[in-house]
């Protein structure tokens, strides 16, 4: 089926939930009811968030630090995410006043509640998410806080010319997911012409699409982890090399045999502290730990917490990751140098797209432009 198939077939049944005029408006239309592009903080209100990893949690609290979220934000942490526990641990005893946390648990905030002003997702793929968003968000904005570089694949989606499946760079959808992420695409670019739709990020968002994003009325708001910056360090690190792992192998993008020769290189400069991914795989990470001058930590809560005691001497490196944006800017003020590595071409397994590919590695450049 055709992706216009598709958008004739599965749009017409969601009624008054999307309006084609405001989802997809013709150039040079004005379309937004009178809603101001900058946001005046701190803002009042309440806050629903649906917090499905240790990061989403992190930007959850920025964005409640800055002023965004209202006085009360009460954060629903997915219970089955690694590093969540640790996480909220931690967090719990230094957040903003106003934040609280429910136990985790599988269940999403209903979006339909009328007490909440915004409801906040760090990840706007997600197959339960959209299937929420559909029921219709009654709260006034809904926010998407960072889950990595695919905060800026969303916004390249949303501002594309035509209508785009919001389905994850990798994936490999079905119809029917297809036309949930269709559906989800006309969904947030109304809320977007309807001055609705906020994006709050860490990550330099490429000047075209920050202007076409704007354009469409949505609300683009950065931070540089002002928060976070006020809070004690709690970890040393005495390792000169600080890795940061990658799950590309483990999500089977690139050959693992390669990636672990190249951190064993790593210990020709001396010790190396390496800080692994979420999801990398134990036979992996013990591969690695039997080398003498590697030392695999625990995973505990996101390195954006845990390295901002680097000093001068140190140096960070990783693969292209969404790490790369948000440590440039907690590791500026101390002079840590942060070295992407590209991935060579033989590492690329058959089945990772050039498309995916070139996501990936925007990383590397600086402010991923």
């Not at 900058?38 to 949690?57: D, I, K, M, T």
């Not at 390249?156 to 919001?166: A, K, Q």
């Not at 389905?167 to 670019?189: E, F, H, M, Y």
């Not at 590209?342 to 990383?363: I, K, N």
Request: proline residues 9%; aromatic residues 4%; glycine residues 8%.
């Amino acid at each position: 089926m055709t992706q216009a198939a598709v958008t004739a077939a599965f749009l017409p049944q969601l009624g008054p939930v999307v309006d084609r005029r405001l989802a997809h408006p013709k150039a040079g239309s004005t379309i937004r009811r009178g809603h101001r592009n900058e946001l005046v903080r701190p803002r009042f209100g309440r806050a629903a968030v649906w917090a499905e990893s240790p990061l989403q949690l992190l930007s959850a609290v920025e964005a409640h630090g800055a002023g965004l979220l209202g006085q009360e934000t009460l954060i629903h942490p997915r219970g089955d995410a690694v590093g969540m526990d640790s996480t909220l641990r931690s967090l719990m005893e230094q957040v903003p006043s106003g934040v609280r946390f429910t136990p985790p648990s599988s269940a999403l905030p209903a979006v339909r509640n009328r007490k909440l002003d915004r409801w906040v997702t760090g990840d706007a793929y997600s197959g339960k998410v959209q299937t929420e968003l559909l029921r219709g968000v009654v709260a006034d904005e809904l926010v998407i806080v960072d889950d990595g570089l695919a905060t800026l694949s969303l916004l390249r989606m949303l501002v594309s010319d035509g209508p785009t499946p919001l389905i994850r760079p990798r994936a490999v959808p079905t119809v029917r997911r297809k036309a949930l992420g269709l559906a989800t695409w006309w969904t947030l670019r109304r809320m977007a012409s309807q001055g609705r739709l906020l994006v709050f990020t860490a990550l330099s968002v490429p000047d075209a699409v920050e202007k076409k994003f704007r354009a469409l009325g949505g609300h683009l708001e950065r931070h540089r982890f002002e928060w976070l910056g006020t809070q004690p360090v709690t970890e040393n690190i005495l390792e000169p090399t600080i890795l940061v792992g990658s799950a590309m192998p483990a999500d089977q993008l690139i050959r693992p045999e390669p990636y672990v020769d190249w951190v064993r290189s790593l210990t020709e400069d001396g010790p190396v502290a390496y800080f692994p991914h979420r999801r990398e795989q134990p036979e992996l990470l013990k591969a690695l730990d039997e080398h003498p001058l590697i030392r695999v930590k625990q995973h505990t809560i996101p390195v954006e917490m845990r390295l901002r005691g680097l000093r001068p001497g140190q140096v960070v490196r990783a693969l292209p990751s969404t790490v790369l944006a948000s440590l440039r800017l907690i590791l500026a003020p101390s002079g840590v140098p942060l070295k992407g590595q590209p991935v060579p071409d033989d590492w690329w397994l058959p089945q990772t797209t050039e498309e995916l590919r070139r996501h990936l590695s925007s990383s590397l450049r600086e402010g991923g432009k």
